[in-house]
T-cell receptor, first 112, second 114 residues
Framework: AQSVTQLDSQVPVFEEAPVELRCNYS??????LFWYVQYPNQGLQLLLKYLSGSTLVKGINGFEAEFNKSQTSFHLRKPSVHISDTAEYFCAVSDGRTALIFGKGTTLSVSS | NAGVTQTPKFRILKIGQSMTLQCAQD?????MYWYRQDPGMGLKLIYY???????DKGEVPNGYNVSRSTTEDFPLRLELAAPSQTSVYFC?????????????FGQGTRLTVV
C-alpha cells in the first residue's frame, strides 16, 4: 500500500519569493507521482507528473518537482510565485494500477 | 470534450433522505473513482471501478453505494443521509498503465446534510 505525507499544511509567502511544498511518500513498489492544484470552489487540476525518466519534472504555471527515490520525496518548487498561485496543492501517488492516494494538502497563500 | 461531468453542483439533504450523485466521462476511461474531500483531510477514496460491471470499496465506503453499468457513467448513491456525509464529492476517471495515467476530475458536488 502507498501513503503520502505533505509536511506543511500551510505555507505563506510573499509575491515573487520562491516556494517549496514538501511531499514524502511510502511504497513497496515503483510509483507514479503527481501534484494537483485546487483553486477555490473548483475541481483538481494536474500540475505535473512523474512516471519515469528524468527526475526533474516541469509542469504548468512555472512549477517543477524533483523525484528523489532515496529520500522518497517529490517536492514541488516555483522560483517566483504570483498572487494567482494562491490555492491548495495536493501530492498524490499511484502504482499505476490502483486509485490515486492523496496527501492532506498544502494551502499556499501568496500576499503582496 | 467535456471531460468529467458531475451533477448536481450543490445539494442540501435532510437526515435520512437519499440521493444519487451523477458522474459521466467522455474520454473512454476504464477506471472511475469517487472521492470525498473534507477540510484538512485531503481526498479519501469512497469507491472505484475498473470497468463496466466491476466496482470495489475504497477507504471510506460506509453509507454509500455505486454501480457501473456503462463505461461512461458511475453514479454514487447515498441511501440514508447523515450529517457525517456533509462533504465535497469528486468524481474522477483515468486510464492506468499508460502515459495518461493521471486522474481527471469533475468540478465537484457540495453536499450538506441537515
Amino acid at each position: 500500500a502507498q501513503s503520502v505525507t505533505q509536511l506543511d499544511s500551510q505555507v505563506p509567502v510573499f509575491e515573487e519569493a520562491p516556494v517549496e511544498l514538501r511531499c514524502n511518500y511510502s511504497s513497496s513498489v515503483s510509483v507514479y507521482l503527481f501534484w494537483y492544484v485546487q483553486y477555490p470552489n473548483q475541481g483538481l487540476q494536474l500540475l505535473l507528473k512523474y512516471l519515469s525518466g528524468s527526475t526533474l519534472v516541469k509542469g504548468i504555471n512555472g512549477f517543477e518537482a524533483e523525484f528523489n527515490k532515496s529520500q522518497t520525496s517529490f517536492h514541488l518548487r516555483k522560483p517566483s510565485v504570483h498572487i494567482s498561485d494562491t490555492a491548495e496543492y495536493f501530492c498524490a501517488v499511484s502504482d499505476g494500477r490502483t486509485a490515486l492516494i492523496f496527501g492532506k494538502g498544502t494551502t499556499l497563500s501568496v500576499s503582496s | 470534450n467535456a471531460g468529467v461531468t458531475q451533477t448536481p453542483k450543490f445539494r442540501i439533504l435532510k437526515i435520512g433522505q437519499s440521493m444519487t450523485l451523477q458522474c459521466a466521462q467522455d474520454m473512454n476511461h476504464n477506471y472511475m473513482y469517487w472521492y470525498r474531500q473534507d477540510p484538512g483531510m485531503g481526498l479519501k477514496l469512497i469507491y472505484y471501478s475498473v470497468g463496466a460491471g466491476i466496482t470495489d470499496k475504497g477507504e471510506v465506503p460506509n453509507g454509500y453505494n455505486v454501480s457501473r453499468s456503462t463505461t461512461e457513467d458511475f453514479p454514487l448513491r447515498l441511501e440514508l443521509a447523515a450529517p457525517s456525509q456533509t462533504s465535497v464529492y469528486f468524481c474522477a476517471s483515468s486510464y492506468p498503465g499508460t502515459m495518461n495515467t493521471e486522474a481527471f476530475f469533475g468540478q465537484g458536488t457540495r453536499l450538506t446534510v441537515v
